[in-house]
């Protein structure tokens, strides 16, 4: 392990322990193998998708499904992985490779890209790609350039900017590996929950998901605020910036007139309101897209979708993702101020009408009402302003009571089925209900499936699409534990 990953754990405050990390950063038992009934439900993917085919017909029919770029199934639940062969191959046999300007290259994979520049100390790379990049990453570099790899600079710890670096380092490379001093600890938190954040919300086959520190990859260096790195004569300006992570930063590199955007700009409306992912800072993200486009860029370069090639397309795209975000802070601090319940703010909130139309205001990823759901999480703490329930009462109890009130468990059943077709929100919603009540009722089970199925629809955002996508194989998991119980009858034979 390199010192100054050492030097950089302390610095935060996390002692480094000799065979690994104190309890500061250690995994939990919970976390340190994969949970074989995780396993169990990813491997069931296949099976739902093929009784309800309009659930992959509908994520396909995304005009984003591939954040941008190309779309590989294989990839997009095997992200850390080094040794699943169809991602690999996939990233190879994807990947393009744009020039945008002298000694600058867009490697653009499937979901992701990654920048790279090549100066007279050698390539410098801003991220890496997720895993499965790897192989096909050196081979990139190989064709464009025979200099070695001087410097890496990872924007941010997510799987698919941060993982693909393993395969340099396999293949003889020793770049320095650069990043904000946050990162550590956003991966540390990532280690911890990952069960949770990554198998579960991001949709990773267990087997694959790093469970320590060291399956990670790691910096040899971390800063604070802003750096430059002179390299071959030239700057590169890295400047941190918490947005869609905390640990996020972009990169101007002044002599070529380009910004590296990261993750603060993507061609469809800011995945900004993921309800999956922790805390995104929404006033800071405009803040720093305002801060881009004051670089007076003629080249940006986004980690997801196409470069911009001039002057006017930066200004444009970057102002007009800034005046997105800003719109929903102040009208979350308006309503706010007004004594307007979260949910009454949410169903208000409204996309400048300046901005209706662009395609990259398209709400294909989340919507911009989730967008003031992250700016309320952030502003305005985790009550949702209905009185009885900052202390519920459990959701057990009030499904059972609503159900009784309703005349049965038969009779909401018969409720959603002819809902479904009609109201699939409303009826998802009696579905939980009944799940909450009776969560070992197979007809509850069956009838939750369908009415899910149905609410996933061409128009969806995707992060909406797979949080109903989970909550399917949960019951789909459980409908089959419950036909592998012997009946009564049988029992008592």
Known sequence: MHNNYKKALLSMGLTFVVGGLNAATQVPTSAATPDPKAVE????RTELMKQYPNVLNTLRSNPNAGFGGPVSAAIANHMYSRTHQAAI??????????????????????FVNVAVFETTEGLVLVDTGYAPAGPALVEALRKI??????????????ADHAFGAWALLAAGEKPRIISTDTYLSELAIDTKLVNFSIVRLNNQDPRDVPRRMEDTILPTETFHGTKTLSIGGEDFILTQARGESADQLWV????????????????????????????????????????????????????????????????????????????????????????????????????PEKLQGRTDMAETYNR???????????????????????APAPLSAFGSEMVELSGGIDKVTTRI??????????ACKLADLAYFAAPDNKDVLQVSLDAYSKRI??????????????HMLDLKQRLKHLDKQPSLDTASH
């Open 252 to 351: 101007s590199v002044p002599s070529r007139k380009v910004v590296v955007s990261a993750d603060y700009w993507q061609p469809f409306l800011l995945n900004a309101g993921n309800g999956k992912r922790r805390q995104r800072h929404v006033a800071e993200w405009a803040q720093a897209l305002r801060d881009m486009a004051g670089a007076r860029p003629e080249w940006v370069l986004p980690m997801h979708g196409a470069a911009m090639s001039s002057a006017a397309e930066a200004q444009d795209k970057l102002l007009a993702a800034a005046d997105m975000l800003d719109s929903a802070v102040t009208q979350v601090a308006d309503g706010l101020n007004a004594a307007k319940r979260p949910d009454e703010i949410v169903a208000s909130v409204r996309l």
């Open 41 to 44: 439900r990813f491997e069931l």
């Open 457 to 470: 629809a061409p128009g969806i955002p995707t992060q909406e699409l797979t949080v109903y996508l989970e």
């Open 417 to 426: 089925r002819a809902l479904q077709e009609t109201d699939p929100a409303l």
């Open 89 to 110: 191959d996939d990233a190879r046999s994807m990947l393009t490779i744009e020039q945008q300007g002298k000694g600058t290259w867009l490697l653009r994979f499937p």
């Open 368 to 390: 911009f009402q989730d967008v003031a759901k992250m700016v309320l999480k952030e502003d305005g703490g985790w009550w949702n302003g209905v009185p009885s329930d900052w």
């Open 145 to 158: 350039s025979n200099k070695p790899v001087n410097t890496i600079i990872i924007t941010h710890h997510h």
